[in-house]
C-alpha cells in the first residue's frame, strides 16, 4: 500500500527545534518511566534471591551469572537515571537538544543491558529449576528474540516506510 502525500505540505510536525526538543524530552522521559519499572522489578528479584536459603545450593556458574545479572541491574538503575541527572546539572541552559541526543544514547544502550538481563535471569531461572542445557538454549533464543525485536524489526518498518514513500 503506497503512502499518499500532500506535497504541497511539509513533511512532519511543524514545530520549532526548541518545540521539537521538549516533546522529543518528554518521550524519553516516558520510556524511561517503563524501562525503570522493569528494572526495578528484575532488581528486587535479584537482591531477594541472596537471601533465600537454596542461596547455598548454587554451584560455581549460578553465582557467577548471579553475581553478574546483580552488575547488569545496577549498571541499567544507573543508565536509567542518568538522563535525569543530566537533566539537573544542565537545567536551564539552552542545552536540551544535546541532552536529547545523550539521553537517546543512553536509553538506546540500557536497552541492551536489560535485554540482556532479562535473558540472564531468565537463564538463572531455568538452571537453577529445570537444568543447565534448557537454560543455555533458551537464554540462546531469548538473545535472538531481543535481537529480532530490538534491532530487525525496527529495520524492517524503516525500509518498509521508505520502499512506501519512493
Not at 541552559?93 to 539521553?103: H, Y
Request: hydrophobic fraction near 55%; glycine fraction near 6%.
Amino acid at each position: 500500500m503506497k503512502i499518499e502525500r500532500d506535497h504541497h505540505r511539509p513533511r512532519g510536525r511543524n514545530e520549532t527545534p526548541e518545540e521539537r526538543a521538549d516533546r522529543n524530552w518528554e518521550e524519553l522521559m516516558q520510556e524511561l518511566r517503563v524501562m525503570q519499572t522493569g528494572t526495578q522489578i528484575l532488581t528486587g528479584f535479584l537482591l531477594a534471591v541472596a537471601f533465600q536459603p537454596r542461596f547455598a545450593d548454587l554451584d560455581g556458574f549460578q553465582r557467577t551469572l548471579y553475581v553478574v545479572l546483580v552488575l547488569l541491574a545496577a549498571l541499567a538503575t544507573v543508565l536509567a537515571l542518568t538522563p535525569v541527572g543530566l537533566h539537573r546539572f544542565l537545567f536551564a541552559q539552552r542545552m536540551k537538544p544535546e541532552l536529547v541526543r545523550m539521553a537517546d544514547r543512553i536509553l538506546k544502550a540500557n536497552l541492551g543491558v536489560i535485554g540482556l538481563l532479562t535473558v540472564g535471569v531468565t537463564m538463572l531461572i531455568l538452571d537453577v529449576a529445570v537444568s543447565r542445557t534448557a537454560a543455555v538454549a533458551v537464554a540462546v533464543a531469548g538473545v535472538l528474540l531481543v535481537a529480532a525485536m530490538w534491532i530487525v524489526l525496527p529495520a524492517v518498518v524503516r525500509r518498509k516506510r521508505r520502499a512506501e514513500e519512493d
